[in-house]
């Protein structure tokens, strides 16, 4: 196989999921490091001395997030992503930098329970009652909304569509799933 | 065989338009992730399709041809998106492609040829649906370019000539199962005997095939068409999600995305507000093994200043052994959110307890940036 196709000008990636994975981590880590090195000088003077920790929380999130728009380039979730860090940074003061966007998170992880358990019993309940189109489909659009308000970027124009909707969260995932793995694994080494 | 690949890069796309695909070609790398196991079976598939595919040489347009041929190396994870530009929408039917009596059809055409490199490589159509979804991605980018008409035509050319060879290869092959994974939408057409088939002709090359009885208007055909692919595409999530093989239903599905996407983003927080905790308990983060991980990486070959940094960046064997871990726990998915959370909080307490040793390898921040800036940027 390989000698197939290493014939010709093209080189072909023998494992390109491994290197995928190797990019998105180098980019990632090149990124986060940096940022953590400079969040770990003390230059926070001017915020209070009592939060400095709250602070510093905020400040890495922020730096995760945006490890993981930068790690990530051609996805509309992780130029929302991005649009969305800066602009926090620019409303907000210093203080308060990320906060918006988790506000924004925890907020709409409330809305609905965790398990979407009761509602999908109320259907199996009642098959032949609530099995009508109409009714699924409704449910399948909730479902939908609340995706878009979990994917960065979800509810803007460059997701109006669902397919794209569908594409995006595919990558979403991925990328969510390698950023957990390489901020366990930089914790494990610590 | 290979030679008249090569050629295919001669066709009439022009520099740019390779430079734009092979761009987004980065973004869409993570979809090529299945393509890796399918690979050893991708290599019987193409010396089994060759002499099929020769027999159809003498009747069509070059580039038609070349296209087919192409086919199964995408499987084989090339970064030549062109394929894509030209095949952009292959939707899953499979129903009226067992009947070879039937008048050959472009649509049924394209469909078995992308069906088929699957059904020969393994049970499920991960590939194919990937591909898929790519192909809808590059959709989007082809219209952009707006080399649509060029496609088009080579698409006809190649479906006609792709009609014969591809009947041998449907017949008898794992139909049913992979007719199980369809859309129910799609199943239930297939078990029509014989089919209106009706092409819509759009500029983004959306296919669908009408089956008897039903309506063949632009706008149901477009309903249709639009309602495979969102299948399609929550068949891919399927894959991506763990522990959703046995959810059918779309609501379902969306239930466990909307579940794991929620854990992920939890675990995420979780971690960041440890490194935070670990922030600020000490002065810096350990970071020499990263350098080293990183450069373990076949990607990260293209930064050869990882040879000449200093001393300090000497390995020891727990460092070695922790990127192996690293390298080794980046390929596997992570676990459930309360897997997760209890095996971090274990390893957060013995993480406190390894950080006195790692405490007296620490330079001073500026040190550290320094040698970042040398190193990566």
């Known amino acids: 196989m390989e000698g197939y196709m290493k014939e010709g000008r093209r080189v072909y990636p023998t494992e390109p999921r491994k290197i995928m994975q190797a990019r998105f981590a180098t980019k990632y880590l090149n990124y986060l490091l940096h940022a953590l090195t400079n969040i770990g000088k003390p230059e926070l003077s001017s915020t209070l001395d009592c939060c400095v920790n709250k602070e510093i929380d905020k400040m890495v999130r922020y730096e995760v997030d945006m490890a993981l728009a930068l790690s990530a380039e051609g996805f509309a979730w992780s130029h929302a992503l991005k649009h969305r860090l800066r602009l926090n940074v620019n409303n907000n003061n210093h203080a308060g930098k990320s906060q918006s966007y988790l506000a924004h998170h925890d907020d709409h992880r409330t809305k609905m329970p965790v398990n979407h358990e009761p509602a999908t019993k109320k259907l199996k309940g009642n098959p032949k009652r609530s099995g009508t189109e109409a009714a699924v489909e409704e449910e399948e659009e909730e479902r939908l909304t609340y995706l878009r308000k979990l994917i960065p970027g979800g509810s803007g124009e460059m997701m109006v ?13 991925t990328c969510l799933e390698l950023q957990v793995n390489v901020l366990r694994s930089m914790l494990q080494l610590t | 065989m290979l030679h008249r690949l090569e050629s295919l890069e001669s066709c009439n796309y022009n520099g740019m338009d390779v430079a734009v695909l092979e761009k987004q070609a980065a973004g869409l790398k993570w979809q090529q992730q299945n393509y890796v196991v399918q690979n050893s079976n991708l290599v019987d598939l193409c010396a089994s399709s060759v002499p099929q595919f020769q027999g159809l040489f003498g009747s069509n347009l070059g580039r038609g041809q070349m296209i087919e041929l192409k086919r199964p190396e995408v499987f084989l994870g090339s970064d030549d998106f062109q394929e894509f530009v030209n095949f952009p929408v292959a939707g899953p039917e499979f129903g009226d492609s067992e009947k070879l009596d039937l008048v050959p059809h472009e649509a049924a055409a394209d469909y078995c040829i992308s069906r088929t490199s699957s059904c020969q490589m393994t049970a499920h159509n991960t590939s194919v649906m ?20 060029e496609s088009f035509n080579k698409r006809k050319a190649e479906a006609v000539a792709d009609h014969k060879s591809k009947g041998k290869r449907i017949k ?54 639009r309602r495979e692919k969102i299948s399609k595409k929550m068949k891919c999530l399927q894959d991506l999600v763990p522990g959703c093989n046995k959810i059918t239903g779309k609501t379902g599905m969306l239930d466990e995305i909307i579940n794991y996407v929620q854990s992920l983003q939890r675990q995420v927080e979780f971690l960041s507000m440890k490194i935070a905790a670990l922030n600020s308990s000490v002065e810096n983060l ?92």
């Open chain 1, 161 to 173: 569509d669902d397919e794209i909707l569908l594409s995006e969260l595919g990558s979403y995932v």
């Open chain 2, 130 to 149: 990937k591909e898929e979804r790519e192909d809808t991605i590059l959709e989007k980018m082809e219209s952009a370019i707006g080399s649509g008409k």
């Open chain 2, 172 to 225: 008898g092959e794992g139909e049913s199962e992979v007719k199980a994974k369809c859309s129910t939408e799609i199943s239930r057409d297939s078990s029509k005997e014989n089919s209106k088939a009706s092409e819509v002709q759009k500029p983004d090359y959306i296919l669908v095939r009408a089956h008897r009885g039903q309506a063949t208007d632009s706008h149901s055909l477009a309903e249709r068409a």
């Open chain 2, 286 to 377: 350990p970071m020499k093994e990263f350098p080293a991980y990183v450069a373990n990486f076949p990607a990260a070959a293209k930064l050869p200043e990882m040879a000449g940094l200093p001393s300090y960046f000497q390995l020891n064997p727990l460092q070695k052994e922790s990127v192996n871990c690293m390298l080794n726990e980046s390929m596997l998915p992570p676990q459930t959110a309360t897997e997760g959370i209890a095996s971090a909080s274990v390893s957060s307490s013995s993480g406190i307890t390894q950080l006195q040793p790692f405490s007296a390898w620490n330079m001073d921040p500026q040190g550290l940036s320094n040698m970042y800036n040398m190193g990566f940027y």
